[in-house]
């Protein structure tokens, strides 16, 4: 309950108290007084600890479920757009954050092993100071901001790091210890349901080779969902990514059903690089997008970027057509790094938009709008 509330009523009380006593009447007749009073001094404390308990409540059950194409946020669509952040090396200046207009931001997780899920930061193995993605979820929710966790990566007791993206999840030798983490993670924020999970960054091949086939994505799909939804009371949104790299829909329109059959709770995850900014007009990137709401698969760009392996590319069409198709759409990278040109902040924190299309003041004007 709010201390203000109780000092006020505190103040309240002890000014009837103190009309009482002054009061000329026989004891009896004081008696009877106070014991009325004291049923209104009960009253007003229940009352107003039970105004504060209802809103508790409705903090801690506010929902976040996937009905057929569509994420659902207290019974209303869930329009969202935001950013990719770097908190697990040192939680952002959230003065930076505000004047953006960001509602979800899908956090970094580059050495999962060794990343604390609660408590203070630790040192790892490659000399980096990690903190815990519960503070991480902590300082974005103080802003409002729904949180998606992703692993990006794994670092031995050597630290040496393997990045997730471009890999087969299941033939990796730190598989069933990755499994043990995400579990473990699943357990803490099962009652959190403004933090989502994605199972894996970027799997599988830009050309889908090195074995990759559409059954391998369901299987590998199937038993990572599996691991989290074991945990008892785990049914917050988990977030799956498509194969290519993530850049790629083909899986989820030839598999996504099958998949779906057996999980809820399921949004599906594309990043937006060369196979989306590269030969695509707007019309193209509207069908492509409209294919997968008609599908009935509920899907976000976790990643959007200026610059890849190819270069420089244009995001204009891309982030037109998200915004009138209201597609959750995440950039990558909110940091402060003059000199990457994917870097939404100057060193200073201002818009960066050194050598990059004017990419910090484009992104910021489309969350804007």
């Given at each position: ?180 983490k995400m579990k473990a993670i ?123 392996a190819s270069g420089l590319m ?56």
């Amino acid at each position: 309950m709010d201390t203000w509330i109780y000092l006020k009523n505190f103040l309240l009380i002890t000014e009837i108290s103190s009309k009482i006593n002054s009061l000329s009447v026989m004891n009896s007749s004081r008696i009877i007084l106070y014991g009325i009073f004291a049923c209104i001094a009960g009253i007003i404390f229940s009352c107003s600890s039970d105004a504060t308990d209802i809103a508790d409540t409705e903090s801690k059950d506010l929902q976040y479920k996937v009905i057929d194409n569509t994420i659902i946020r207290n019974g209303k669509p869930f329009i969202a757009n935001g950013v990719n952040t770097l908190n697990s090396f040192g939680i952002a200046n959230q003065d930076l954050i505000k004047p953006w207009n960001i509602t979800i931001v899908r956090e970094f997780i580059g050495n999962l092993r060794e990343q604390p899920i609660s408590g203070g930061a630790i040192q790892d193995a490659q000399g980096f100071y990690l903190h815990s993605l519960q503070s991480i979820v902590d300082a974005n929710r103080a802003n409002n901001l729904v949180t998606i966790l992703c692993p990006f990566g794994w670092v031995d007791n050597l630290g040496k790091q393997t990045l997730f993206t471009g890999l087969n999840p299941k033939e990796q030798p730190f598989y069933d210890s990755y499994k043990i983490k995400m579990k473990a993670i699943a357990k803490h924020f099962k009652n959190q349901p403004d933090v989502w999970l994605e199972v894996w960054n970027e799997p599988y091949h830009f050309n889908n080779d090195n074995g990759y086939t559409h059954d391998l994505w369901l299987s590998d799909q199937t038993d990572m969902i599996d691991n989290l939804r074991a945990v008892e009371g785990f049914n917050n949104i988990i977030v799956v990514p498509g194969n290519e790299q993530g850049q790629s829909e083909t899986v989820i329109l030839e598999k996504g059903a099958a998949l779906l059959a057996h999980h809820s709770n399921i949004v599906f995850d594309l990043h937006a690089y060369e196979k989306w900014l590269l030969n695509n007009t707007s019309a193209t990137i509207q069908s492509r997008i409209t294919l997968l709401h008609t599908s009935g698969f509920a899907i976000l760009f976790g990643e959007i970027g200026v610059i890849n392996a190819s270069g420089l590319m244009s995001v204009t069409d891309f982030l037109s057509i998200a915004k009138k198709s209201q597609t959750i759409t995440l950039a990558w990278l909110f940091n402060r790094n003059t000199n990457d040109q994917n870097a939404l902040l100057t060193d200073e924190g201002a818009e960066n938009n050194t050598n990059n299309n004017n990419w910090g003041t484009t992104f910021k004007s489309f969350l804007a709008n």
